[in-house]
C-alpha cells in the first residue's frame, strides 16, 4: 500500500504508544539509532491505515497524507464531483453546510454518500434474501477490510461482498447517472485512501482535518448555519437512514428496520473489534452471526482519525439522534403508509442491478508465525531464560505480550535492547561491574592515601633539608667574606712595610692571593647554591600544594562525598 501514515524522526522519544495503540502487528518498526534513541518507523505494506497511532501519539511524530491540497489545486482546471460521507455532519454540525457551498462555488457537484449507504443496505438485503451469501462481515471500514485481506485472509469468504457506502455511491455516479468527472470523498478516514486506490472508484480522498487546516492555512472563512435541520440540496437526491451508517451499529440499525429478527452482532475500537475477528476466524461456522457489523474506530466515523473535531461522544451522539429522527420523518413523509423506504427500495429494485455492486479482494500471504525452537534464540537475546521470565507481559514494549516482542525481533520489526526485561539485565550486569570497579577503586585509594601521607612527609624533609642548607650556605658566605677582607687587609699590609724581606714578601703576598682567589670562588659558588635552593624550594611548595590536593580528593571520595557511580557513568556519556 502506498504510504499514508508518515513518521517524524526528529519528534519521536521511543513511547511506544503507536504500538500499544496499533492492532496490525507487523505495521511498526522500532529501530535504534546510533546516539541511542528509540524510534517507531512505519511498515507501509503491512500498515492498515486505521489511524490510531496518529490519534494516540502525543509527540507530534505521527502525521498522515491525504489529498486535500492536490485536489483543491485540480480544481482549477477540472470540475469535480464531492461525495459527502454522513460523519461531516456531526463533525461539522455548524459548518458542514457551508464547507459544501463553498466547493459547489468552486464548480463542484456535490452528492450524499447517505444515499450510497441507502444503497448498501438494500444490496445487503436483496443478496440475503436470494440465499446467495451466508453469514458476513461487513465492510464499510478500509481498515477493517486491509486487516482482513492482510492478517486474516481466510475470512474473506466472509467479507461481504457488497460495496462500502462510499464505493456505492460512486458506482452509481458513474454507471447509472453516467458522471465521469472525478471523484473526492470528504471523509474523516484515513483508510478511505486505500479503498480508491484498491477500487479504482474514486480519485481523491478530502479528510475532514486537513480540509480545516487547509482552510485555516488561506484564509477562508465558512460561515456558521444556526439552523437545527439536516436537509440540504444535493445535486441527487439525500439519502435517508443510511445517514446513521456513521454511527456505531449504523449499518445493523438500518437491517434491522427491514427485518427485526436477523440475527446482528456489532463490534468497534481498534482493542476490540480486531481480536474479535481474530475470534471470529477460529470459531465455526455455526456459532457466527448472520452480521457482524464492524468498525475500526470505537464511536464510530463520527470521531474518525483525520476527523480532526473537538465535538465530544456526548456531542456527537446527540446529533446523530437529531439526524437519525431527521431521516425518519423524511422516510415517512415522501413513501406510502409511512413505508417511505418501501418507496425508496421499489425505485432501486427497479434501476439498479445489485450484481453491479460487488467487489473483489486482494488477498495476502500471512507472514508465518515463529514456532518456539526459532524463538528461542531471541528470547535469550532478551534475557528471558526461564518461562516464567517469558511471559513477563509487561508491555512496555508495545506488545501484549513477550512472545509478540520476541516475534516481532524474529520478523526484524524490533531490537532486544527495545525490551525492559533485557534493559534491566543489562543495567544489573552494569551495575555489579561497577561495584566492582569501585571496590577495587576504594583500595587504590587506601593505598594512594597511604603513599601520599609518605610522601607528603618525605616532601617535608627535603623542605627541612634545603632550608638547613641555605641557613648554612649564608653563614659560610658571610664568613668567607670576612676571611677574604682580612686576607686582603695583611696583603696591603706586607706591601706598605718595607721592613720585611722582598722575597719573603713576595712569596707571602702570592700565597694569601691564592687564598683570596679560593675564597671569591668559595662565595660565588655559595651564591649559586643559594639560587638553586630558592628554585627547588618553589619546586618542593609546588610538589605540597599538588600533594595537598590530591589528599583532598582521595579523602572526599574515602568518606563518600564523592559519588564514584555518577563519575563513571558521566566518564562513560562522554565516550
Not at 436477523?262 to 482493542?271: D, L, Q
Not at 658571610?478 to 696583603?491: H, M, Q, S, Y
Request: glycine fraction near 6%.
Amino acid at each position: 500500500m502506498s504510504e499514508l501514515i508518515i513518521v517524524k524522526p526528529e519528534k519521536c522519544v521511543g513511547c511506544n504508544a503507536c504500538v500499544r495503540e496499533c492492532p496490525a502487528p507487523e505495521a511498526n518498526m522500532t529501530k535504534q539509532l546510533e546516539d541511542g534513541r528509540f524510534i517507531t518507523m512505519v511498515n507501509n505494506d503491512k500498515c492498515i491505515a486505521c489511524g490510531e497511532c496518529v490519534k494516540k501519539c502525543n509527540h507530534g511524530a505521527r502525521d498522515y497524507i491525504d489529498d486535500t491540497d492536490e485536489c483543491i489545486a485540480d480544481l482549477a482546471r477540472e470540475k469535480l464531483i464531492i461525495m459527502a460521507s454522513p460523519a461531516i455532519k456531526t463533525i461539522l454540525p455548524t459548518k458542514w453546510k457551508g464547507v459544501l457551498d463553498w466547493f459547489r462555488q468552486q464548480g463542484c457537484t456535490i452528492f450524499d454518500v447517505s444515499f450510497g449507504a441507502d444503497i448498501c443496505t438494500w444490496a445487503h438485503l436483496r443478496t440475503i434474501e436470494q440465499g446467495k451469501i451466508g453469514n458476513i462481515i461487513t465492510q464499510p471500514c478500509g481498515a477493517i477490510v486491509k486487516y482482513v485481506e492482510m492478517y486474516q485472509p481466510k475470512l474473506l469468504q466472509n467479507l461481504s461482498p457488497i460495496h462500502s457506502p462510499i464505493a456505492c455511491s460512486a458506482i452509481y455516479i458513474k454507471k447509472y447517472l453516467r458522471r465521469n468527472n472525478p471523484i473526492a470523498v470528504i471523509s474523516p478516514c484515513i483508510a478511505a485512501k486505500a479503498e480508491a486506490v484498491d477500487t479504482g472508484l474514486f480519485e481523491y480522498n478530502i479528510t475532514i482535518q486537513k480540509l480545516l487546516e487547509y482552510f485555516d492555512r488561506n484564509d477562508i472563512n465558512i460561515p456558521i448555519d444556526s439552523s437545527e435541520d439536516f436537509e440540504y440540496k444535493f445535486d441527487e437526491l439525500q439519502g435517508q437512514m443510511g445517514a446513521i451508517y456513521s454511527r456505531p451499529g449504523g449499518l445493523r440499525d438500518n437491517i434491522w428496520l427491514h427485518d427485526p429478527d436477523m440475527n446482528v452482532t456489532n463490534s468497534e475500537g481498534v482493542h476490540k473489534v480486531f481480536t474479535e475477528l481474530d475470534m471470529y476466524a477460529k470459531m465455526p461456522e455455526s456459532k457466527h452471526p448472520k452480521i457482524f457489523d464492524v468498525l475500526s474506530c470505537e464511536f464510530g466515523c463520527n470521531i474518525g482519525p483525520a476527523s480532526g473535531t473537538k465535538q465530544s461522544v456526548f456531542d456527537v451522539m446527540t446529533t446523530m439522534r437529531a439526524i437519525e429522527n431527521e431521516a425518519k420523518s423524511r422516510r415517512k413523509s415522501t413513501g406510502i403508509m409511512g413505508r417511505g423506504d418501501d418507496k425508496l427500495f421499489k425505485k432501486f429494485d427497479d434501476e439498479l442491478r445489485v450484481a453491479d455492486f460487488l467487489r473483489n479482494y486482494k488477498p495476502s500471504m500471512p507472514t508465518p508465525i515463529p514456532n518456539s525452537v526459532q524463538l528461542e534464540p531471541i528470547f535469550e537475546k532478551m534475557g528471558m531464560h526461564t518461562p516464567e521470565e517469558r511471559k513477563y507481559d509487561c508491555h512496555a514494549c508495545g506488545y501484549a505480550t513477550c512472545r509478540d516482542m520476541a516475534t516481532a525481533i524474529y520478523r526484524g520489526l524490533n531490537t532486544p535492547d527495545n525490551c525492559i526485561v533485557h534493559a534491566k539485565s543489562v543495567l544489573l550486569a552494569r551495575h555489579s561491574a561497577l561495584n566492582r570497579q569501585n571496590e577495587k577503586l576504594a583500595e587504590i585509594t587506601e593505598d594512594c592515601l597511604a603513599l601520599s601521607d609518605k610522601l607528603k612527609q618525605n616532601v617535608a624533609n627535603i623542605n627541612e633539608n634545603m632550608k638547613n642548607i641555605g641557613d648554612s650556605t649564608s653563614a659560610t658566605s658571610d664568613r668567607a667574606a670576612v676571611v677574604k677582607e682580612l686576607l686582603e687587609n695583611i696583603v696591603t699590609f706586607c706591601n706598605d712595610n718595607s721592613t720585611m724581606d722582598a722575597d719573603s714578601v713576595t712569596q707571602l703576598i702570592a700565597i694569601l692571593e691564592t687564598t683570596i682567589s679560593a675564597f671569591s670562588a668559595l662565595d660565588d659558588n655559595v651564591t649559586i647554591t643559594n639560587e638553586s635552593s630558592e628554585t627547588i624550594n618553589k619546586s618542593i611548595n609546588d610538589i605540597i600544594s599538588i600533594v595537598g590536593e590530591i589528599n583532598e580528593v582521595l579523602g572526599r571520595t574515602e568518606h563518600g562525598e564523592i559519588d564514584l557511580d555518577a563519575e563513571v557513568k558521566k566518564a562513560e556519556e562522554k565516550k
